[in-house]
């Protein structure tokens, strides 16, 4: 009887056990789904995928094909089974896509937030039937994104929850732009793999970052290696239209056009020959924007268009010599004349508010219709100097955070959800109509693949309405990109490789990747390093543990395509630390040397130890850089066309040839050397690279 009482409860306790195991489930579920749900109401049962066929709306729009065949392709993808797509169909089992309204595909002017938005969509899953409904294909859209998300399992093991979600977008503009202008140049498949990925954290707005990259007719002379025809500029906008994304011009049509001032032909248009902006008393000027408004406005069918305007620091010269003339008059006399070209053809115009704010007398004289767009990549104690004239002055405007890559060996997350989270909630506690997360090249040589944690965190934000979990988000990022199997490697990866870009952070200062490059001998730097050596060594160790992990993902099935990118940036943080920690080991093992070593004493503590063919610290540098290059231009090609990448090697060539000439110096001083003979300063060895 004891006995008996005893197995009761024991199973008793086993059944508590697994309701709360699969409460725990749901609850870890829920917190995973990116973004997050504004409602969400689990039930207690799971149900199997296998079965199910997708059912279409009445008076189907191939907007509603789209996202049917999609969901099928990816229900297929992680259970293997097949899901067939039929505008009705007498299937037990129905995954039915109910569209209640319009179509609506893309963001329009207006657009509103909020449970009653074009986006918002209701999604049910029951044992025989699952339901999308949304007032627009757009809604539905993202209904499939959250319902692919919520499967658990791989093949005959895949289920679902029993969920209620109601769920709608908290901003109604969620737009990423992406520089094609500054540094690489992605290919048009790379594009569109950026706007998969947006598209599965329901980003709506692609703004495609121009300075002198866009074909143009009569312009043949322009950028003509570095450039996207015509033709892969309309097939990059059908492709984002079919996911619900729409690309918006983000032009520079006052600053920033050295690249086309740097063509004789066009240098006298410029405030001076060969400068960056544009010279506005020149008539010529007028004549050349009015065609390219033209061009553009024909070319992009969005009802938005940025034209840029930022940083044009020479209209105050300009101004004094115009006489009298204020540089913010100078500024709207310019913006008036773009905007309305634009405006006649039914374009909402867009500007960067940096020049506004400096100028605040300008707000008051602003085109009519403009939209403002305030920007900054730090994290602010305070954004109102960004967003508080534009308030005062009722500009409306959209924000303008950063993903922080463009200088950074790998991009810095930390710094990165702390700036999307601080301009947003002061843009929402404002009157931002949205939010433009940017994605700068400034530096070149970033690996843009890299870049998309932040990218998603971006689109997350801007849909979400309560902040974003940092702690957890690599790791939802991760489920939700991934194969369980890899997950986990790829997130413990990202998250030491942002923890390994923080501890060179605090020796290089910011911009990681530019510092790697200078001489690591100069004594400047040297003075620099020395109190950092831990941080280096923790650098080092977060990259190599990293890549295991990213290797480990890659065993286990992961598509590479990203991973291969992160590899190399793991790579070469433990190239950084290596070469910053040996530049402070060479002079200690010169110093250990005494005044006067014998052969033996130099070959051991010194020759062996850092200029030996085989195992010394020079050649490790020269030998790491050299096959590091290889991973590199392979990964360059993997994401972008050839352009720029010679310029680019050639600091990596660059800098296996510094090795090379400090260890052919070493040597030359091995040979001559003798026993006996004082040992000079490193300096005297190294032609002045050391102090004495």
């Known amino acids: 009887m004891r006995f008996r009482r005893r197995l009761l409860g024991f199973y008793c306790l086993w059944v508590a056990c697994l309701g709360l195991a699969a409460a725990q489930g749901r609850q870890i579920q829920a917190k995973s789904l990116l973004p997050l749900p504004q409602r969400i109401q689990y039930g207690k049962q799971t149900v199997p995928v296998h079965g199910f066929s997708i059912q279409l709306p009445p008076g189907c729009a191939i907007e509603d094909q789209f996202a049917a065949e999609e969901l099928s392709a990816l229900l297929h993808a992680r259970t293997g089974a097949r899901f067939p797509v039929a505008g009705d169909t007498a299937s037990t089992r129905v995954i039915a896509l109910v569209r209640t309204g319009g179509v609506d595909p893309l963001p329009v002017p207006g657009e509103k937030a909020g449970p009653e938005s074009r986006e918002a969509y209701r999604l049910t899953i ?184 930022d940083e044009t620091w020479q209209i105050a010269n300009l101004a004094k010599q115009a006489g009298g003339l204020s540089p913010a008059k100078l500024f709207v006399e310019q913006l008036r004349n773009v905007a309305t070209g634009f405006q006649k053809h039914g374009k909402h115009v867009m500007a960067w508010s940096d020049v506004m704010v400096h100028y605040p007398e300008s707000m008051s004289e602003m085109p009519p219709g403009i939209i403002a767009v305030p920007w900054t990549y730090d994290a602010e104690k305070t954004y109102e100097p960004f967003i508080g004239p534009l308030e005062k002055n009722n500009v409306p405007y959209v924000v303008a955070p950063g993903v922080r890559c463009w200088g950074e060996i790998f991009p810095d997350f930390d710094l990165t959800y702390a700036n999307i989270d601080a301009f947003l909630k002061a843009g929402r506690q404002g009157r931002a109509l949205g939010v433009i997360n940017t994605v700068w090249a400034d530096e070149s040589q970033l690996l843009m693949r890299q870049s998309w944690p932040g990218m998603a965190y971006g689109a997350v934000a801007a849909w979400q309405s309560v902040s974003v979990d940092h702690l957890g988000f690599l790791d939802a990022y991760a489920r939700a990109t991934y194969p369980t199997t890899a997950a986990t490697h790829v997130a413990s990866a990202l998250e030491k490789l942002n923890r390994a870009e923080n501890h060179l952070q605090k020796v290089l200062g910011q911009e990681t990747m530019q510092a790697l490059w200078q001489d690591p001998m100069d004594p400047a730097v040297l003075k620099i390093l020395a109190p950092y050596r831990e941080d280096l060594r923790q650098t080092r160790l977060l990259a190599e543990d990293a890549f295991d992990e990213l290797d480990q993902a890659l065993s286990s099935g992961a598509d590479p395509l990203a991973i291969k990118s992160c590899l190399v940036g793991a790579q070469l943080l433990d190239y950084a630390g290596m070469k910053f920690l040996y530049a402070l080991e060479i002079p200690e093992r010169w110093q250990k040397l005494g005044d006067r070593p014998d052969s033996d004493q130099w070959w051991n503590e010194f020759e062996a130890e850092v200029i030996e063919q085989n195992h010394g610290r020079i050649i490790d540098l020269m030998e790491t850089i050299t096959e590091l290059r290889e991973d590199y231009r392979l990964a360059w090609l993997s994401e972008y066309t050839p352009y720029r990448l010679a310029t680019q090697l050639g600091r990596w060539d660059g800098e296996f040839q510094y090795w090379r000439a400090m260890q052919e110096e070493l040597r030359a001083f091995s040979r001559v050397r003798k026993d006996g003979d004082p040992l000079p300063p490193l300096s005297k060895v190294l032609k002045g690279r050391l102090p004495e």
């Open 126 to 309: 029951a044992q025989s039937r699952v339901e999308i409904s949304a007032p627009s294909s757009a809604g539905l859209y993202y209904g499939v994104q959250t319902l692919c998300q919520l499967v658990d399992g791989y093949a005959d093991q895949a289920v679902l929850p029993e969920v209620e979600i109601r769920d709608w977008p908290s901003l109604a503009y969620r737009g990423t732009m992406v520089d094609i202008s500054h540094g690489p140049l992605p290919t048009e498949e790379e594009i569109k793999r950026q706007l998969d990925l947006l598209a599965r954290f329901k980003g709506n707005q692609y703004y495609f970052y121009n300075e002198a990259s866009i074909e143009l007719e009569g312009y043949r002379l322009i950028n003509p290696k570095g450039r996207y025809t015509q033709g892969q500029i309309r097939r990059i906008i059908s492709y984002a239209r079919e996911r619900h994304i729409d690309v918006v011009p983000c032009l520079e049509l006052y600053g920033h056009l050295h690249d086309i001032f740097r063509l004789e032909r066009f240098s006298g248009l410029a405030v001076f020959p060969h400068a960056g902006e544009f010279n506005p008393a020149n008539p010529k000027v007028k004549e050349l924007l009015a065609d390219w408004v033209e061009q553009f406005s024909l070319l992009f069918p969005s009802p938005f268009v940025h034209v840029g305007f």
